[in-house]
């Protein structure tokens, strides 16, 4: 272990390296616990016949710190927060898929107020089938690697000159007062910041606050109910970069922007707001006709 902070070091010799495999067995009564962790209303997902887009994170959460602590030292993980999430969608997960995921640090990039890195994941049965890939930045912070190594994930950013269009739809849902207790055990996700009110207290939060994938998959079914019918399978990718925490007992509201459409698919960005503060920043979706 290093004797300070001046002595910790990124592993560059870490970038492009698979880390470990994992597997899991999709069943359809862990589909419909996630969905009702999620408050999601699409009677599909509900019933366990096809999992919600943002369930893709749990088959592939064991395979997601591996590759980070490849590259960035075991003592910063305290200081990691999930940045930004970008999943490309092949084709939906069902009950009885047997699903095999891998990762690898691609790259990462040092700044003042911290370093962000990128883990590239894939998702695929075990036929080989690709079911779905996921980009997903991590930020540690108050810590500058001193260098930018490898490339960052595929970016998405919020278009401003579209909020001089009206906006294609509005949502307004409420994140529950035992939300996270829910979501947690249906995620696989027992990060302490979501359960304990002293701990993310310790950590410098408010208190309990909600996951970012609780949020983001909030945000799914918000776009799947009004821009696709509640059809699944029309999404094709969905991304958001988190920007501050969302409480429990909190409404959200997020606003939806056509940005474009070329080769059958339909672009649309959108935002998240709790009250005056944007909580999801950057958000895309892409959705085939």
């Known amino acids: 272990m290093a004797d300070s902070e001046d002595e910790l070091k990124f592993d560059s010799s870490g970038i492009g390296r698979w880390a470990d495999e994992y597997r899991f067995e999709v ?16 009677e599909r997902h509900l019933a366990g016949e096809i999992a919600s887009p943002v369930f893709a994170i749990v088959p592939v ?15 910063l ?17 069902k009950p009885g898929d047997k699903l095999v995921s891998r990762g690898k640090t691609i790259g990462y990039e040092g700044l003042p107020n911290g370093t962000r890195g ?13 079911v779905n890939e996921q980009y997903v930045t ?3 912070r108050k810590f500058d690697a001193g260098e930018t190594v ?25 994140v529950d007062e035992d939300q996270t207790f829910r979501y947690g055990p249906a995620a696989g996700d027992p990060m302490p910041i979501h359960l304990d ?11 309990i606050i909600a996951h970012g994938l609780c949020t983001m998959a909030f945000t799914s079914w918000a776009v799947l109910t009004e821009l696709a019918d509640g059809r699944t399978e029309r999404l094709k990718r969905l991304a958001v970069r988190f920007a501050k925490p969302v409480l429990p007992g909190q409404d959200i509201t997020t606003q939806i922007w056509r940005a474009g459409r070329s080769d059958g698919e339909s672009t649309y ?7 005056d503060a944007v909580v999801v920043k950057d958000g895309l979706a892409v959705i085939a006709d």
């Open 77 to 93: 993980i305290p200081r990691l927060v999930h940045g930004e999430q970008d999943f490309r969608f092949h084709r939906p997960i």
């Open 150 to 174: 490898g490339e960052l994930a595929p970016g998405h950013k919020f278009d401003e000159s579209l909020r001089s269009a009206s906006s294609v739809a509005k949502v307004v849902q409420h």
């Open 118 to 130: 990128a883990v590239y994941l894939e998702c695929r049965t075990e036929d080989g089938e690709l």
């Open 27 to 42: 069943t359809g009564e862990r589909i419909a616990e996630y969905a009702k962790a999620t408050n999601d209303p699409i």
């Open 197 to 207: 009110e002293e701990t993310a207290k310790m950590a410098g939060l408010p208190g």
């Open 269 to 275: 960005a959108y935002e998240t707001t709790a009250g």
């Open 138 to 140: 991590f930020f540690f």
């Open 61 to 75: 959460f064991q395979a997601l710190i591996e590759p980070a602590v490849e590259v960035a030292p075991l003592e």
